[in-house]
Structure formats: C-alpha cells, structure tokens
Antibody, heavy 124, light 114 residues
Framework: QVQLVQSGAEVKKPGASVKVSCKAS????????MHWVRQAPGQGLEWMGW????????KYAQKFQGRVTMTRDTSISTAYMEVSRLTSDDTAVYYC?????????????????WGRGTLVTVSS | DIVVTQSPDSLAVSLGERATINCKSS????????????LAWYQQKPGQPPKLLIY???TRESGVPDRFSGSGSGTDFTLTISSLQAEDVAVYYC??????????FGQGTRLEIK
C-alpha cells in the first residue's frame, strides 16, 4: 500500500531553516507529483507547492517564493521541503501529499495520499 | 487567487439524518475543454491527516462509503452525507485545483452529532 513516511518533529529558533523529508513506498515515486501542505495549530490547510519527482520541476505558491525549496532523491524515493528564515507564523504541521500530474497552471485530480505530518515549532 | 468559501462553518446533525456542506469558488473551476470541475472534498478527523473523499466534484475516491456524494458545477458545489454515522464527525474541506496560483482550500466545516 502507498505510504509516505515523514521525518520527526522539529523545534527551531526564529531565523533558522528546517528541512522535512518524506519517504515514499508502495508505488513508483516518479509517476506522481509530491505536494506540500501545511496546517497551523487549529487552522485550515495551506498549499505550499509541488515537485515533479520525474523532472525535478517545481512550482511554489507565491507566498513562499524565495523561502521554500522542494527537492527529491529518486534513488531513495524521498522528497524534501526546506523552509528558511523561519518565524513564529511558520509553526505548523507540514504534510507531504501525493498528487496526480500538474501543468504549469492546474493539477489533474485531488491529493490521494497524505503523510502523517511533521510538526515544526518555531520559538525563541 | 481563487477564494473558496464554505458554509456553514459548523453543523450539527442527528445520527441517520442528512448533512449538507456547501462550497463556493470566486471563479469557475469548470475546465470547458474536458467538462471537468477541478474540485475535491476532504475529511479530517482529530489528530489525523486529511483524507480524499471526492474529486472532479462528484467522483468518489476508492473505498469511500457511498453515503458520501458530491455535486455542483462552475462555482457552486455541495458535499452530502446521506445518513450521518458517528464516524463521520470531522472537519470537511473543499479544494480547487483548477489554478495552481495557488491551489486553495476552503476554511473548513466542522460536523458534529446533534
């Protein structure tokens, strides 16, 4: 079965960076896009961007441009998401999420498999 | 950005009764070339990640009980639970994937048992 296993919880100071990993199994890693979605405590869902593991292409939400980097290592079927210049507003659970293909403007279908989430806490 | 607005924010329904959640997008998410509505519904239970219920506005994801159904087109959509079960207590989100500038979710609707 499809599994997305994320790295453990992180505590970071303001101004620092955090890198979250997501190891995929149960399917061909390069056949699906990987999205990242975050959820602040008690709040709703916020899409951050996607990476195409096959081409290494990425698209980021404008809000996160310049501060987020999504990468992948196909040899170990793992996606990564790094956020720099953290502030307290970045305290959230970060999910990696499998999705079907996307163009530069839209995606094809919903997000069908979610990781369990990684809690990132930013505090001085 | 395409703004997605759900109503109501919270809802209490008796067991066995129908629950209806609405979702409105600020612009059409119907792609006329393929006649598909780029809208999905998710269920999130406490302490769990969201789960995909419906995509293309009305296609049920594999394994989702048939009491869940989606309808609507263009800018107005509905998620219906035909006969509420105790395990359906959750927060429900709609999402548009018509535009990735950015992909957006509704604010969520909390469903409880009356």
């Amino acid at each position: 079965q499809v599994q997305l296993v994320q790295s453990g919880a992180e505590v970071k100071k303001p101004g620092a960076s955090v890198k979250v990993s997501c190891k995929a199994s149960g399917y061909t890693f390069t056949d699906y896009y990987m999205h990242w979605v975050r959820q602040a405590p008690g709040q709703g869902l916020e899409w951050m961007g996607w990476i195409n593991p096959n081409s290494d292409g990425t698209k980021y939400a404008q809000k996160f441009q310049g501060r987020v980097t999504m990468t992948r290592d196909t040899s170990i079927s793992t996606a990564y998401m790094e956020v720099s210049r953290l502030t307290s507003d970045d305290t959230a659970v970060y999910y990696c999420v499998r999705g079907r293909s996307c163009t530069s403007t839209s995606c094809y279908g919903g997000f069908d498999n979610w990781g369990r989430g990684t809690l990132v806490t930013v505090s001085s | 950005d395409i703004v997605v607005t759900q109503s109501p924010d919270s809802l209490a329904v008796s067991l066995g009764e129908r629950a209806t959640i609405n979702c409105k997008s600020s612009q059409s998410v119907l792609y006329t070339s393929n006649n598909k509505n780029y809208l999905a519904w998710y269920q999130q239970k406490p302490g769990q990640p969201p789960k995909l219920l419906i995509y293309w506005a009305s296609t049920r994801e594999s394994g989702v009980p048939d009491r869940f159904s989606g309808s609507g087109s263009g800018t107005d959509f509905t998620l219906t639970i035909s006969s509420l079960q105790a395990e359906d207590v959750a927060v429900y989100y709609c999402q548009q994937y018509y535009s990735t500038s950015p992909i957006t979710f509704g604010q969520g609707t909390r469903l409880e048992i009356k």
